[in-house]
């Protein structure tokens, strides 16, 4: 490589600068070639976009339904979703095209499939004998609106109810209308001269088939003979009718009504009600009538063998209960017991022993979905306790308000913290095994271990394992326990910044390796916690203040370009004037009597008994600066080799050393730049303004920041698409464009460009797209760590990039990332002599740039809002620049691994996903993900290695997906099934009298009924017919031979329009041809249950 010098020496240019320009010309030749060397081996074929596991409550929830003898449970949602759960560890997510509300679901019970009724008039059947549920057919209703569904167990032909008061009746195998319909004018009596309403109810008399069981809304019910075409007995009542239920002997039957009454009717006597039953109403004197009480939303009526039967209903309660929460009522015998839930009650089932209606059904469990939790109660203990639940269905306890992802965490991380949160657990559970066991795992292909922080509004941080696409809560930590709190709105000090949830999470830093955590919050302050499994008693908590002041009003850039200048979102502050002290405070004053070195919030002064876990090590506070109040911090970093911890606003920076607990440095912006600033700022007065949540308030729904003061972070806002308008509080920095500090990053490299070896320091980006280098001169390890004053100075450098700086990492000569050092974590408390500590306390620097030769390079890869750059050091040339993107921004950007090598991943405001290759920055990957993106998933999306990614897809729900081939392609083997062979029960034995003399279950051959040759075909005009895309997702699915052949037939004759049982004549192999079939399909569904139409 000398090869320059010699050329220039024999051209006889001998002069000392051309020796000088000659030499830098080497040394850029020779990085040149360095970065040539690198082999980058991702390429696009790496790369493939797809959606994994969606975690969570399923968000507005709108329909249930259980399977009895698969024991699966489905929710349906009002936005069109479908949540499928079996046993713990097995689930699934299923969405409707169309979006629109789910209003029912019924199984067909161990048959593998499930119909959804939707508010949009559509039916569609869902086949489940694949690990990703797919639709098979549709049924769209063009004249009227379905309002009830029923399927009877064993059957093929649903019932569907209609708003005008009809019964239309569908074969769920080809999804076609019969002609058979049982009109509402028909059923109810010639002499009504209104319309009975809406149908609400159907159901089959568990003794026989043929009689039908119809509720109308007004009132009325009618049991129609389904052979004679006509109404045997009609039972009227004055109140609106909710819900019906059956006794299993098909004598009788109980209703709910608006009113809050029960009433129970003799089938043969349609005069008056059997019973009637106001289970919440006051008994009056003189006989009179009890006071009505809300309505009973709904009934189950429920027998046992040994004992009296249950009625279960929802609702109910009366009028003068004001407050109370929603309750369900479980009367049994003589004794009613209301339980309560935490949320209203969606819907709820009874489970039982059973699935046939006409036997005991032995209840043993009611199933109760609530607006925003899933509770089951246990019938067979006395008290009756709730289940367990093992689902992750507490992601929204309370809002969540960032999010972290860290993949291939240290093995023994895991245990640890599931040991510690163990202990948290509560008592008083049922001692049973939760009952929906259904489906299998599937096969983990993944060897390493994932971890989920979720941070919340009320100051919780909850660590979950998200290992193997499952996930289950491990640990959570209380961070509001530190602080004094006020018992009522008027206690609240005067010195808050935000409305509600003062102790809201907004940043999470994290050290798997050394399980330091360090978090900021909303009210300007950060915590930093220590990992440690004995439990301590800490006398006085740490705390430090620190006042940061922004003294600068304008800004202008040097070259005239216009660089936005946006920070991360929330680091906002809205102009408003203070609000004048009721009462006299205690904090301290200036002389004008405005507020000054003052925190928002009061740390505990009493002794803090700290729990196995996460422990407080420091609690560092922003302080009101004459009258300004603290803004809220904008990025976060800690490092547990150095013992530092550093955080920034729009306001400047401070780091802070946690180990001698001391404030190193305290700047603002401008002050980092020393005598280097490019831009022309003014000096200003202070800003005497509170400020907003800023952005945290946004993360529910929306983006809607009153002007006086922000809603907390729990505040339900409409969704809204997200946009780059410069006054959205997206953007949130305010209209005096203050630089804020958006990206920290502590490393082991080069500082300056004539260093010749790397050393600690701290990367800076700001939201004006500017980079600055702090040098750290660090004492030795051990006590003098604890002695020496940590030294903190400007190293002069400043690069430049367009928008505001997002993420930084560094690369070594071979193209691996070079993390930065950390401190492996060792307990703590544990008493050894000072030695030994002195060993411990030495950085693990996993940095392979110390044992580099001096003349070895690395580089920075920085990544903005509009690009990124990868720079040689410590030359600080740039090699590679790329533009991501020009008329949307990233909201995201992280260098992540991937297949031994590294990469960039972004996630634009405008839905795309890209990644770029390190260090040449080649588009890998690019594609439009996101439709829309609001502020929710603004704030919580966020990638990880091995090409695994998050974020927030509702309120309640966290979406998990995969940018890795690999993984998508091992998708299908990870997901579990929620179909297996299960034996169905045998039927009830009649007994020898009831066979002999009748009495028992009557059938129906319903075929012979509903068929098109006994009933003809319905009007085409009615509903329209849509195949659905599942059959080509089952096929693909399926087992391969006879079974695939057989299922792939199948699916191109039926989407020809053949006939169920041509099909199964042509595809070779059955054993029964299509007459006999038609003829006798109860007995061959039970004979070749394995051979079914749902199989594909």
Request: hydrophobic letters at 35%; proline letters at 6%; charged letters at 20%.
């Given at each position: 490589?000398?090869?320059?010098?010699?050329?220039?020496?024999?051209?006889?240019?001998?002069?000392?600068?051309?020796?000088?320009?000659?030499?830098?010309?080497?040394?850029?030749?020779?990085?040149?070639?360095?970065?040539?060397?690198?082999?980058?081996?991702?390429?696009?074929?790496?790369?493939?976009?797809?959606?994994?596991?969606?975690?969570?409550?399923?968000?507005?929830?709108?329909?249930?339904?259980?399977?009895?003898?698969?024991?699966?449970?489905?929710?349906?949602?009002?936005?069109?979703?479908?949540?499928?759960?079996?046993?713990?560890?097995?689930?699934?997510?299923?969405?409707?095209?169309?979006?629109?509300?789910?209003?029912?679901?019924?199984?067909?019970?161990?048959?593998?499939?499930?119909?959804?009724?939707?508010?949009?008039?559509?039916?569609?059947?869902?086949?489940?004998?694949?690990?990703?549920?797919?639709?098979?057919?549709?049924?769209?209703?063009?004249?009227?609106?379905?309002?009830?569904?029923?399927?009877?167990?064993?059957?093929?032909?649903?019932?569907?109810?209609?708003?005008?008061?009809?019964?239309?009746?569908?074969?769920?195998?080809?999804?076609?209308?019969?002609?058979?319909?049982?009109?509402?004018?028909?059923?109810?009596e010639l002499s009504s001269k209104s319309h009975p309403g809406p149908v609400v109810h159907i159901s089959d008399n568990p003794m026989d088939?043929?009689?039908?069981?119809?509720?109308?809304?007004?009132?009325?019910?009618?049991?129609?003979?389904?052979?004679?075409?006509?109404?045997?007995?009609?039972?009227?009542?004055?109140?609106?009718?909710?819900?019906?239920?059956?006794?299993?002997?098909?004598?009788?039957?109980?209703?709910?009504?608006?009113?809050?009454?029960?009433?129970?009717?003799?089938?043969?006597?349609?005069?008056?009600?059997?019973?009637?039953?106001?289970?919440?109403?006051?008994?009056?004197?003189?006989?009179?009538?009890?006071?009505?009480?809300?309505?009973?939303?709904?009934?189950?009526?429920?027998?046992?063998?040994?004992?009296?039967?249950?009625?279960?209903?929802?609702?109910?309660?009366?009028?003068?209960?004001?407050?109370?929460?929603?309750?369900?009522?479980?009367?049994?015998?003589?004794?009613?017991?209301?339980?309560?839930?935490?949320?209203?009650?969606?819907?709820?089932?009874?489970?039982?022993?059973?699935?046939?209606?006409?036997?005991?059904?032995?209840?043993?469990?009611?199933?109760?979905?609530?607006?925003?939790?899933?509770?089951?109660?246990?019938?067979?203990?006395?008290?009756?306790?709730?289940?367990?639940?093992?689902?992750?269905?507490?992601?929204?306890?309370?809002?969540?308000?960032?999010?972290?992802?860290?993949?291939?965490?240290?093995?023994?991380?895991?245990?640890?913290?599931?040991?510690?949160?163990?202990?948290?657990?509560?008592?008083?559970?049922?001692?049973?095994?939760?009952?929906?066991?259904?489906?299998?795992?599937?096969?983990?292909?993944?060897?390493?271990?994932?971890?989920?922080?979720?941070?919340?509004?009320?100051?919780?941080?909850?660590?979950?394992?998200?290992?193997?696409?499952?996930?289950?809560?491990?640990?959570?930590?209380?961070?509001?326990?530190?602080?004094?709190?006020?018992?009522?709105?008027?206690?609240?000090?005067?010195?808050?910044?935000?409305?509600?949830?003062?102790?809201?999470?907004?940043?999470?830093?994290?050290?798997?390796?050394?399980?330091?955590?360090?978090?900021?919050?909303?009210?300007?302050?950060?915590?930093?916690?220590?990992?440690?499994?004995?439990?301590?008693?800490?006398?006085?908590?740490?705390?430090?203040?620190?006042?940061?002041?922004?003294?600068?009003?304008?800004?202008?850039?040097?070259?005239?370009?216009?660089?936005?200048?946006?920070?991360?979102?929330?680091?906002?502050?809205?102009?408003?004037?203070?609000?004048?002290?009721?009462?006299?405070?205690?904090?301290?004053?200036?002389?004008?009597?405005?507020?000054?070195?003052?925190?928002?919030?009061?740390?505990?002064?009493?002794?803090?008994?700290?729990?196995?876990?996460?422990?407080?090590?420091?609690?560092?506070?922003?302080?009101?600066?004459?009258?300004?109040?603290?803004?809220?911090?904008?990025?976060?970093?800690?490092?547990?080799?150095?013992?530092?911890?550093?955080?920034?606003?729009?306001?400047?920076?401070?780091?802070?050393?946690?180990?001698?607990?001391?404030?190193?440095?305290?700047?603002?912006?401008?002050?980092?730049?020393?005598?280097?600033?490019?831009?022309?700022?003014?000096?200003?007065?202070?800003?005497?303004?509170?400020?907003?949540?800023?952005?945290?308030?946004?993360?529910?729904?929306?983006?809607?920041?009153?002007?006086?003061?922000?809603?907390?972070?729990?505040?339900?806002?409409?969704?809204?698409?997200?946009?780059?308008?410069?006054?959205?509080?997206?953007?949130?920095?305010?209209?005096?464009?203050?630089?804020?500090?958006?990206?920290?990053?502590?490393?082991?490299?080069?500082?300056?460009?004539?260093?010749?070896?790397?050393?600690?320091?701290?990367?800076?980006?700001?939201?004006?797209?500017?980079?600055?280098?702090?040098?750290?001169?660090?004492?030795?390890?051990?006590?003098?760590?604890?002695?020496?004053?940590?030294?903190?100075?400007?190293?002069?450098?400043?690069?430049?990039?367009?928008?505001?700086?997002?993420?930084?990492?560094?690369?070594?000569?071979?193209?691996?990332?070079?993390?930065?050092?950390?401190?492996?974590?060792?307990?703590?408390?544990?008493?050894?002599?000072?030695?030994?500590?002195?060993?411990?306390?030495?950085?693990?620097?996993v940095s392979p740039s110390s044992s580099q030769e001096i003349s070895e390079n690395q580089y920075a890869v920085i990544c903005s809002e509009?690009?990124?750059?990868?720079?040689?050091?410590?030359?600080?040339?740039?090699?590679?620049?790329?533009?991501?993107?020009?008329?949307?921004?990233?909201?995201?950007?992280?260098?992540?691994?991937?297949?031994?090598?590294?990469?960039?991943?972004?996630?634009?405001?405008?839905?795309?996903?890209?990644?770029?290759?390190?260090?040449?920055?080649?588009?890998?990957?690019?594609?439009?993900?996101?439709?829309?993106?609001?502020?929710?998933?603004?704030?919580?999306?966020?990638?990880?290695?091995?090409?695994?990614?998050?974020?927030?897809?509702?309120?309640?729900?966290?979406?998990?997906?995969?940018?890795?081939?690999?993984?998508?392609?091992?998708?299908?083997?990870?997901?579990?099934?929620?179909?297996?062979?299960?034996?169905?029960?045998?039927?009830?034995?009649?007994?020898?009298?009831?066979?002999?003399?009748?009495?028992?279950?009557?059938?129906?051959?319903?075929?012979?009924?509903?068929?098109?040759?006994?009933?003809?075909?319905?009007?085409?005009?009615?509903?329209?017919?849509?195949?659905?895309?599942?059959?080509?997702?089952?096929?693909?699915?399926?087992?391969?031979?006879?079974?695939?052949?057989?299922?792939?037939?199948?699916?191109?004759?039926?989407?020809?329009?053949?006939?169920?049982?041509?099909?199964?004549?042509?595809?070779?192999?059955?054993?029964?041809?299509?007459?006999?079939?038609?003829?006798?399909?109860?007995?061959?569904?039970?004979?070749?249950?394995?051979?079914?139409?749902?199989?594909?």
């Amino acid at each position: 490589m000398r090869k320059f010098n010699i050329r220039k020496v024999l051209d006889g240019l001998t002069a000392v600068s051309a020796v000088a320009s000659a030499s830098s010309a080497a040394q850029q030749q020779q990085a040149g070639n360095r970065e040539t060397e690198i082999q980058e081996t991702l390429q696009s074929e790496h790369f493939q976009l797809c959606k994994t596991v969606r975690h969570g409550f399923p968000y507005q929830p709108s329909a249930l339904a259980f399977d009895p003898v698969q024991k699966i449970l489905a929710i349906g949602t009002q936005t069109g979703a479908l949540r499928l759960f079996g046993r713990p560890g097995v689930e699934c997510y299923c969405q409707h095209d169309s979006g629109a509300a789910v209003i029912q679901l019924q199984f067909l019970i161990n048959e593998g499939a499930l119909v959804s009724a939707l508010a949009d008039d559509t039916l569609h059947l869902w086949n489940l004998r694949q690990k990703r549920p797919a639709i098979l057919h549709s049924l769209k209703f063009n004249r009227e609106r379905i309002t009830f569904c029923h399927l009877p167990f064993q059957s093929k032909w649903l019932y569907v109810g209609t708003e005008r008061g009809n019964i239309h009746i569908v074969n769920v195998e080809s999804f076609t209308l019969s002609g058979y319909v049982i009109m509402w004018n028909k059923a109810i009596e010639l002499s009504s001269k209104s319309h009975p309403g809406p149908v609400v109810h159907i159901s089959d008399n568990p003794m026989d088939e043929g009689k039908l069981l119809i509720g109308f809304e007004s009132g009325t019910v009618v049991l129609w003979d389904l052979k004679s075409k006509k109404a045997d007995y009609r039972y009227t009542h004055d109140e609106a009718i909710h819900s019906v239920a059956w006794h299993h002997e098909g004598k009788q039957f109980i209703c709910s009504h608006s009113d809050g009454t029960l009433t129970i009717w003799n089938v043969k006597s349609p005069t008056k009600p059997f019973q009637t039953i106001t289970p919440h109403g006051k008994q009056l004197k003189d006989g009179k009538k009890p006071e009505p009480c809300k309505p009973i939303l709904k009934v189950e009526y429920k027998t046992t063998r040994a004992g009296e039967p249950f009625i279960i209903l929802s609702g109910g309660l009366s009028y003068d209960t004001v407050g109370r929460r929603p309750c369900l009522t479980v009367m049994h015998g003589k004794s009613t017991a209301v339980l309560e839930m935490d949320y209203s009650i969606v819907d709820f089932l009874t489970l039982c022993e059973t699935p046939y209606p006409n036997d005991f059904q032995e209840p043993y469990a009611v199933v109760v979905l609530l607006e925003k939790d899933l509770v089951l109660i246990d019938l067979a203990q006395n008290g009756y306790p709730i289940f367990e639940n093992p689902y992750p269905l507490t992601i929204h306890e309370s809002p969540v308000t960032c999010c972290e992802y860290f993949a291939d965490c240290p093995v023994d991380l895991i245990p640890a913290l599931y040991s510690v949160g163990a202990r948290q657990k509560r008592q008083g559970y049922s001692k049973k095994e939760w009952p929906i066991s259904g489906g299998n795992w599937g096969v983990i292909t993944q060897s390493y271990s994932e971890i989920i922080i979720t941070g919340h509004a009320d100051g919780s941080i909850k660590f979950w394992d998200a290992s193997a696409i499952t996930l289950q809560v491990l640990y959570k930590l209380k961070t509001a326990k530190v602080f004094e709190k006020s018992r009522n709105k008027d206690d609240r000090p005067n010195t808050d910044i935000v409305d509600e949830d003062p102790y809201a999470i907004q940043i999470i830093s994290w050290c798997p390796e050394s399980r330091m955590l360090c978090i900021a919050g909303v009210s300007a302050h950060v915590i930093i916690y220590r990992f440690s499994k004995q439990e301590v008693t800490t006398e006085v908590i740490p705390m430090l203040e620190v006042r940061l002041l922004y003294e600068i009003n304008d800004v202008e850039t040097p070259d005239g370009e216009q660089v936005p200048p946006v920070p991360t979102p929330g680091t906002g502050s809205n102009p408003q004037s203070i609000v004048p002290q009721s009462h006299p405070s205690t904090s301290s004053s200036s002389s004008d009597g405005l507020r000054d070195n003052v925190p928002c919030l009061k740390v505990k002064n009493s002794p803090l008994k700290q729990s196995p876990g996460y422990q407080i090590e420091l609690v560092i506070q922003l302080v009101w600066v004459s009258g300004e109040p603290p803004q809220q911090i904008t990025s976060l970093a800690i490092n547990s080799a150095y013992g530092l911890v550093v955080f920034g606003n729009c306001n400047g920076i401070a780091m802070v050393d946690y180990l001698q607990k001391t404030v190193l440095l305290n700047l603002g912006t401008i002050e980092l730049y020393g005598s280097n600033d490019p831009y022309r700022r003014e000096p200003r007065s202070p800003r005497k303004t509170r400020q907003p949540s800023g952005g945290l308030c946004d993360i529910n729904e929306g983006m809607v920041v009153p002007e006086d003061r922000c809603k907390s972070p729990t505040s339900d806002v409409k969704d809204n698409s997200f946009s780059r308008s410069r006054s959205s509080s997206v953007t949130s920095i305010d209209k005096e464009s203050r630089e804020a500090i958006s990206a920290l990053h502590f490393c082991e490299t080069f500082t300056r460009k004539a260093d010749t070896s790397p050393s600690p320091c701290l990367w800076v980006g700001t939201t004006l797209g500017t980079v600055l280098v702090i040098v750290l001169n660090l004492p030795p390890g051990g006590e003098q760590r604890l002695l020496q004053p940590v030294i903190v100075s400007p190293s002069g450098t400043i690069l430049r990039l367009k928008g505001a700086i997002l993420r930084m990492a560094f690369l070594d000569t071979t193209g691996s990332l070079v993390p930065p050092a950390h401190e492996t974590w060792r307990e703590h408390h544990e008493d050894k002599d000072e030695k030994e500590k002195a060993k411990k306390r030495r950085p693990v620097s996993v940095s392979p740039s110390s044992s580099q030769e001096i003349s070895e390079n690395q580089y920075a890869v920085i990544c903005s809002e509009k690009q990124a750059k990868v720079i040689s050091l410590p030359s600080q040339n740039c090699i590679y620049k790329q533009n991501i993107t020009e008329t949307s921004f990233v909201l995201r950007g992280d260098i992540v691994s991937l297949s031994n090598s590294i990469c960039l991943a972004c996630f634009c405001a405008n839905g795309h996903i890209m990644t770029f290759s390190l260090p040449s920055l080649r588009p890998l990957l690019d594609v439009y993900y996101l439709p829309l993106t609001n502020m929710r998933i603004a704030r919580t999306f966020c990638f990880t290695d091995n090409g695994q990614a998050l974020y927030l897809v509702s309120p309640t729900e966290i979406q998990r997906l995969t940018y890795s081939q690999e993984t998508c392609e091992n998708l299908q083997e990870m997901l579990g099934e929620l179909f297996t062979l299960v034996e169905t029960p045998e039927a009830p034995n009649r007994g020898f009298f009831k066979g002999l003399f009748g009495g028992g279950a009557q059938s129906l051959d319903r075929e012979e009924l509903f068929g098109e040759s006994a009933s003809g075909k319905a009007s085409r005009s009615l509903a329209q017919h849509i195949p659905g895309p599942g059959g080509i997702e089952g096929v693909k699915g399926a087992a391969s031979g006879v079974v695939g052949e057989l299922a792939r037939a199948r699916l191109a004759l039926d989407e020809r329009g053949q006939k169920l049982g041509e099909l199964e004549e042509k595809t070779a192999a059955m054993l029964y041809s299509a007459d006999s079939f038609s003829k006798h399909a109860h007995e061959m569904m039970l004979k070749y249950k394995d051979k079914k139409w749902y199989q594909f």
